[in-house]
């Protein structure tokens, strides 16, 4: 269960995506795919807009949008939400839950999982999160999971009690883009979150028996913070011990101007200097039972396996990378996207 992402509606990953219901919908609504306010009528159970984003785990998902964007939207190497349409708003409960009963009316007991979007959707009340929930359980009473994207400070004055609330409700699964465990990378980068604020977010879903599926971004801190990177990207790891861990690699759209602005001497990582950065990533982790996936279209080298159980023979892979690219099983370029 990777946590890193998907659009559920461009290009190269289209194919993907040719199983998630909202990619079904989207093609019988073509027309209405683009517009904002569209009604919901028999034909549009629920209103999608574009681009939507899921993790590659979530590809059999019905993806119910509660939110648009992202809340925070500052991180400086996302463009997921920046375009107009995607303007941070909570949705209409009466929409969203209109769209779970047509949903229900429509596909029944087809759909088993279900994915909150958009980039945060956390970010709303608990009590709203619990209706949301409730409609699902009711009108969709097959489904089994029901995940979300998250970020720190969406849990910052929700209780353990309330997220187990939100838990014992159905939501059992929250990714959570950490991207860094090094407080320098992450002040760099505009997360606007540190290492202890993720730490207290992951525990604190832990704790109320939410899995957690953390995602690292390989190469975030280029050529100068590499190393505090790996090693604070693996102590962040090691302190919460998430039930999923994944690994991507740094893509800037547009060059990277937003990135490049905020912070002018960065350098990117060669590609050996990024598979340099997993080998000190991956021996750094003490884990006993997470299971890893480095598998997303931004990787060269796809890994995949249960740490610790594993760690030997991945780091094997990225060592044998390093020292043979030419032989390597690395992806192609052109291969490569977000
Ligand atoms: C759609 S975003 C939503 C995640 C959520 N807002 C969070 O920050 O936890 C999912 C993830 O995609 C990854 N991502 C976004 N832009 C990226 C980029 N330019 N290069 C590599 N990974 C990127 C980040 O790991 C991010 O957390
Ligand atoms: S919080 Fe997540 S979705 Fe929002 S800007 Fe940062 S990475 Fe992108």
Known sequence: MSGSLVSVTEGASLNKDVGTFAFRWMVYLKPLRFQEGAKLTAASP????????????????????????????????CEMYSQPQKRFRAREPAEVLEGIRHAGERLGTEVRRVFLADGDAL??????????????????????????????????????????ELRDAGLTLAYMGAESGDDAVLERINKGETFAS????????????????????????GMSLSLGHADNSARLINATAPEYLS?????????????????????PLSQAGLL???ERFLAGLDLKRT????????????????????????????RAAIERPDTAPLRAASTRGL
């Open 46 to 77: 629920i209103r999608y807009i574009e681009p939507v984003y899921r993790p590659p785990s979530e590809a059999s998902s019905l993806i119910v949008p509660i939110t648009d964007g992202c809340s925070w939207n500052g991180c400086t190497f």
């Open 291 to 318: 299971i890893f996936r480095s598998d997303h279209a931004s990787n060269w080298l796809v890994l995949k396996g249960t740490l610790g159980a594993d760690k030997a023979r991945l780091l094997a892979q990225v």
């Open 123 to 164: 970010v709303l009340p608990t009590r709203r999160l619990l209706a949301y929930l409730d409609a699902i359980r009711t009108q969709l009473p097959s489904v089994h999971r029901v995940s979300s994207y998250c970020l720190p400070r969406n849990l910052r004055k929700k209780t353990i009690g309330e997220l187990t």
């Open 198 to 221: 993720t730490c207290e977010a992951l525990d604190k879903l832990g704790q109320a028996g939410i899995r957690r599926s953390v995602m690292i971004i390989n190469g975030l801190g």
């Open 247 to 267: 690994t991507l690699v740094l893509m800037l759209a547009d060059g990277g101007v937003r990135y490049r602005q905020a912070w002018p001497d960065w350098q």
């Open 276 to 278: 340099r950065e997993m």
